[in-house]
């Protein structure tokens, strides 16, 4: 056989392999016996073998792994991989169900998908022209760990797709292992002497971070794909049509038990018969996901700061065990309030060991009437956070013995309030060492100031030596001050203080979040900084001024009025100015030309995209909402615009054309 045979053949190979494999694999429907799978492939080795040049990263021979790593890369997602709002409760459920109508303004049922919730570990596939080029972990949502090698050794993960498909594709998916699979598994390392694995789920994490992608390759690791970040080509109108797509390219999907529900009181019934199922079922599950089917609606619902509006995780019930409280001890977080932990005799919950649970707040002791010595039945709530549900006062002996509500703090000394309307005691002192401890790693976390390098060692050391005293002294940090910390060299000692020297320049919304401020997380000082503009701005805002931006309620407005009102943390602000730290003004302001007013763009926008317009709202000051109400003031209609459109009419909302609205910023703007 010359070269030319051989391209011919190792290519006619390479396509039938492939399509055995999407066929055995995704779709668990083999046409041919193991031992004719195992010929071809033997004759597709025997080839690359005589021709080592035939052999490209996406041959079926090349998932025997690579080289090991010295560790692994991150990656950034090009769309966030959004975590999931929980529901507990078909109340939790039902409320679900009337914020998505509330915010499509709609009363007709919605009809929604509903898949397995995998125990597994999430990750993304990203394929360029059909082939896999990348795979990531979730990460933090952002940030994953770059694990291609580890990916493409698992057989139902396709290194070249079906065509035709997209250009380019970023498929997301879980990797799980099976009851059966992990089980041998086990069995086999128990015999080996080997540690064995708690659950197929760590057992999961655990093989996909492997540095040796041989070992990843032993592991029997399969994925079910369930979603996109990106995606160039057209796409069907809904997430069930997408499902069947991903079959199509040769993704494998649990697409045999996803089934559509129309309106939540289906849904229910999905749910029911699903638990019912549970301990059936080949591989582990822990609720089920539920999913907004329409694609448009999905986009016009969109997000929050870390959860999407169209989706939720509907979670089992937890599986519990009873245990000891050995002690109970107290915590001081970051804004002073003082909890109850319980340190627990070890048990296993769900296949992790727990010795610790939440008990919250005095209100939950005396409502669970639970002593230091108690028995007390735990479980994982969510199938995750370990918490104290019941107490076996049948089993008291009598030597159990109360934690009343602390007059002192625990880490400093200080008197103790219990703010009216609130459930927790709080520390009262302004330099309390725990709570400055999470303060300062509340600062530097990469959704505020972003200072690389800080974390617990540093911090630690920081405190240890009296270097802080608040955040402010952060910038008053010398290279003498940190040579003064275990093995700190020159070159640490510099990078950190470039790190926080870098950091003078955040924008607003991150140096707000930054702050602590209670009740302003990530996503309320976006909604401030765009809104206001400036923390000058923002430190002057009343009461009242502040409840007129649209999410911002009363909690928020005197947590913000009250922060801005107190001496020390105003010394502190000018502290942090004086020493250089100046946030960057955000863009979108209020009291622009269109404040006040909301804008609804509906129908095939072709003079701007939809977020272009949305954009140029906000930054002059008004608001773009996803749904009609009496509350709009216009709906900008593009070409085959819909409901919306007949919803303006029906309410008598003016109703603009493209260029009418670029008229009116034109105007606006003064242009």
């Known amino acids: 056989m010359d070269q030319r045979q051989a391209l011919a053949r190792h290519g006619e190979l390479s396509r039938i392999i492939r399509h055995h494999n999407t066929l055995y694999h995704v779709l668990d429907r083999p046409e041919i016996s193991d031992s004719e799978y195992d010929r071809l492939f033997k004759e597709l080795l025997e080839l690359e073998e005589q021709f080592p040049e035939l052999i490209s990263p996406d041959s079926p021979s090349q998932r025997v792994g690579a080289p090991p790593l010295e560790k692994f890369d991150s990656v950034r997602h090009s769309l966030p991989m959004l975590s999931l709002e929980n529901a507990f409760s078909d109340q939790d459920m039902e409320d679900f169900d009337g914020r998505v109508k509330r915010f499509l303004a709609t009363d007709e049922s919605i009809e929604y998908v509903c898949e397995m919730k995998m125990d597994g570990v999430a990750v993304e596939l990203v394929y360029e022209n059909g082939r896999l080029i990348a795979g990531s972990t979730r990460g933090d949502g952002t940030t994953g760990e770059k694990i291609t090698e580890n990916l493409k050794t698992i057989p139902s993960i396709p290194l070249v797709l079906n065509e035709p498909c997209p250009a380019l594709l970023e498929v997301r998916g879980e990797v799980f292992m099976a009851l059966e699979d992990f089980q041998a598994m086990n069995r086999a390392r128990e015999e080996d002497g080997q540690p064995t694995f708690a659950n197929p789920r ?203 509500i602390p007059e002192r703090c625990p880490a400093c000394g200080a008197p103790v309030v219990k703010i009216e309307g609130e459930v927790v005691p709080r520390c009262q002192g302004l330099s309390c060492p725990a709570q400055l401890k999470e303060s300062l790693k509340h600062f530097a976390r990469r959704a505020g100031m972003d200072i690389d390098g800080l974390g617990d060692r540093y911090i630690d050391q920081l405190l240890q030596l009296g270097l802080v005293g608040n955040v402010a002294d952060l910038y008053r940090l010398t290279k003498e001050d940190l040579f003064r910390f275990e093995r700190m060299g020159d070159k640490l000692a510099e990078n950190l203080l470039a790190a926080i020297e870098g950091s003078k320049r955040r924008p607003l919304s991150r140096f707000l979040n930054a702050l602590g401020i209670r009740h302003v997380g990530e996503h309320m000082a976006k909604v401030l900084a765009r809104q206001l503009g400036s923390l000058d701005a923002l430190s002057q805002a009343t009461h009242e001024e502040l409840l007129a931006i649209h999410e911002v309620g009363p909690q928020v407005a005197s947590s913000v009025t009250g922060f801005f009102a107190s001496a020390e943390n105003r010394k502190i602000l000018a502290d942090l100015k004086t020493l250089g730290v100046a946030p960057e003004t955000e863009e979108r302001r209020a009291g622009g030309p269109f404040s006040g007013k909301t804008f609804v763009f509906t129908g095939a926008l072709t003079l701007f995209s939809r977020k272009e317009a949305q954009d140029l709202v906000e930054k002059l000051g008004g608001r773009a909402s996803g749904s009609v109400s009496r509350k709009t003031d216009y709906v900008v209609a593009g070409e085959e615009a819909g409901s919306k459109l007949a919803k303006a009419r029906e309410l008598g909302v003016p109703v603009l054309t493209e260029e009418e609205f670029l008229e009116q910023v034109r105007n606006e703007e003064g242009v």
């Open 202 to 404: 760590n057992a999961t994490a655990g093989s996909l971070r492997q540095l040796d992608s041989s070992i990843t390759r032993r592991r029997p690791l399969q994925i079910f794909c369930y979603g996109v970040g990106l995606i160039e080509g057209e796409q069907p109108p809904t997430h069930f049509g997408l499902l069947r797509k991903f079959q199509d390219w040769g993704l494998r999907t649990n697409l045999r038990e996803t089934v559509t529900a129309r309106g939540i009181g289906d849904v229910l019934a999905r749910y029911a018969d699903l638990m019912a199922r549970r301990d059936q079922l080949p591989y582990e599950i822990d609720g089920m996901v539920v999913k907004v089917n329409d694609l448009s609606l999905q986009k016009e619902l969109g997000e929050k700061t870390r959860t999407p509006r169209w989706a939720i995780a509907y979670k089992f019930p937890p599986r519990q065990a009873e245990t000891l409280i050995e002690d109970i001890q107290l915590q001081v977080g970051r804004t002073g309030a003082i909890t109850p932990v319980a340190h627990l005799k070890p048990v296993e919950v769900s296949g992790v060991i727990v010795s610790r649970a939440s008990l919250h707040n005095w209100d939950e002791i005396a409502r669970l009437d639970v002593r230091v010595g108690d028995w007390v039945v735990v479980e994982r709530a969510g199938d995750v956070i370990p918490d104290v549900v019941r107490v076996l006062t049948e089993r008291r002996t009598g030597q159990e013995r109360l934690v009343p």
